[in-house]
């Protein structure tokens, strides 16, 4: 069976990835390929577990050790349902991979961009996607739709304005960097035209996608 497609979501908190994901998801669905739909950190058991104690907001965590946690329940991801689906043939939709760790480890707590992406080709085993889907919000814009969520903040959610401009800056260069995975979407817009921006976006990915109605 050929090899499968891997589409990734990335933006800030706010920004509507699940809600995209979700919709990609039921439109995909209507090919002839399987689609599965992943988020991050989690999939699967370790790194679910993994993904209760980085967003704990009662834990202190210094920014190397989130980093790590976040490749480690990478790495798990990787090997035991990304891989394996991807060599089915299936398209898989993922919510956040290695962007979200550069822009948030690498650039939001100033570890460093480039120490961040060389920990993260370990963890991967140098796993790319086929596209990159970033929905672009602004920082405030991102704040405000977090404001009206019932749940309280997460332990990242809870930090200031600088760490949020500062991933917000590191996703536009990487877009900028690597246009040809990368492509901005308006996150700003109504979800409708948002998913219709996305469909577009996957254009070339032979996933015979249509425009939603």
Not at 93 to 99: N, P, W
Not at 164 to 189: L, N
């Amino acid at each position: 069976m050929s090899a499968g497609t891997l589409i990734t979501i990335e933006g800030l908190d706010g920004a509507g990835k699940s809600t995209l994901a979700a919709s990609l998801q039921r439109e995909l669905a209507a090919g002839t390929r399987p689609v599965e739909l992943l988020r991050e950190p989690g999939g699967v058991d370790v790194s679910e577990r993994i993904r209760s104690l980085v967003k704990d907001p009662s834990l202190h965590m210094h920014p190397r050790t989130e980093a790590l946690l976040y490749a480690a329940a990478r790495a798990q991801l990787v090997e035991q349902r990304l891989r394996p689906l991807l060599d089915a043939g299936t398209v898989v939709l993922l919510d956040r991979f290695v962007d979200s760790s550069l822009a948030y480890q690498g650039a939001g707590r100033a570890l460093g961009v480039q120490q961040v992406r060389e920990l993260n080709l370990f963890a991967t085993g140098g796993l790319t996607p086929d596209r990159t889907l970033l929905l672009r919000l602004s920082p405030a814009h991102s704040r405000s739709r977090r404001g009206g969520r019932q749940q309280g903040p997460d332990r990242l959610e809870r930090e200031g304005e600088d760490f949020f401009d500062a991933i917000a800056h590191a996703y536009q260069q990487i877009a900028e960097d690597e246009p040809a995975r990368v492509r901005i979407i308006d996150a700003s817009q109504s979800p409708p035209q948002v998913l219709a921006a996305a469909l577009a976006a996957l254009d070339g990915l032979g996933l015979g996608t249509r425009q939603p109605h």
